[in-house]
């Protein structure tokens, strides 16, 4: 009895074909993105030869590169009072991993109920609007002030976190509730009348009806949130100081070292990236896996 081997042209014509998706027509899923990053690196060389001289110098690209070397290579020093980047990174993410998590919990819920009863929408639209707006660092004196005195007799680490925590829930919260109860809201009629016909319990219609019908609008607003909390980490941890990306920027700011402060801002930039698509791929995963009816 034999057994049918691959065809090895077959296995070419779909490796071509996996490439070419990547790359895109003419290479233009490539070249274009090269482009942008070219044209930034030269108005930034613009910029820093303008600057040259000045009291307030700004470094080119090479200058950046080279300085920032030392650096990179000590990305995962644990030292106390000198850690790496790596490490100042992970504090800054295991923050925001917390805020977030209480946000998500405290939108998606509230999402559902606005979304589904009348009163509550009423009563909750002015708290958004009002809300809403509120630039992230006013809240963070807030959180100072109510932290201060509830976290007295808590471990000094929970006392230095969580004004930067409570900043990042409070702030990132509203994108995730806003689509979630948009997302409700989008459930087609014959969803709920269907429900009825069938004498569903509620607990049944949140997992039968709303969850997967609202479910890409939840991802939504979680992508959204997620880059709120990653912005409002890095700016609260430029005034609350401690540990983590946003003291970095702020420290080597003060000490004048530029380069070091352009080598964060690539950090925090390829970080929030990759959480936002960490999200992007969760959310994939998620939604096929659950859909209305299934």
């Known amino acids: 009895m034999t ?48 600057t040259e001289g ?16 030392p650096y990179i290579q000590n990305a995962f020093s644990t030292k106390q009072g000198d850690e790496g980047i790596f490490l100042l990174t992970l504090y800054s993410l295991i923050r925001v991993a917390i805020g977030f998590s209480i946000a998500t919990a ?47 007799d808590m471990p000094k680490t929970v006392a230095q976190n969580a004004p930067a925590i409570f900043t990042i829930v409070v702030t990132s919260l509203w994108p995730t509730l806003i689509n979630t109860a948009l997302g409700v809201k989008s459930i087609p009629k014959d969803y709920w009348n269907v429900s009825r016909v069938l004498k569903m319990a509620k607990p049944q219609i949140v997992k039968e009806i709303i969850i997967p019908s609202t479910l890409p609008y939840i991802f939504t607003g979680m992508r959204l949130s997620l880059g709120i909390a990653w912005l409002v980490i890095v700016a609260a941890e430029m005034l609350t100081g401690g540990t983590g990306i946003g003291f970095f920027v702020w420290d080597t700011y003060n000490t004048g070292e530029i380069s070091l402060v352009i080598m964060s801002l690539f950090v925090i930039g390829i970080v929030g990236l990759l959480l936002d698509q960490a999200v992007a791929v969760l959310e994939r995963a998620a939604i096929g896996k659950i859909q209305p009816g299934s």
């Open 106 to 152: 405290i939108a998606v819920p509230l999402g559902f109920l606005v979304g589904t009863s009348r009163q509550a929408e009423k009563m909750m639209s002015p708290l958004i609007q009002v809300g809403k707006p509120i630039s992230p660092l006013a809240w963070l004196p807030v959180g100072i002030v109510v932290f201060s005195g509830l976290t007295t």
């Open 3 to 50: 057994t049918a081997t691959p065809n090895k042209p077959d296995q070419a014509n779909k490796a071509s074909k996996i490439i070419g998706q990547i790359l895109g027509p003419g290479g233009e899923n490539i070249i274009f993105p090269v482009l942008g990053f070219i044209g930034v690196i030269f108005v930034w060389s613009i910029v820093a030869k303008i």
């Open 54 to 69: 000045n009291l307030s110098e700004l470094p080119g690209p090479t200058q950046a590169f080279q300085d920032s070397i």
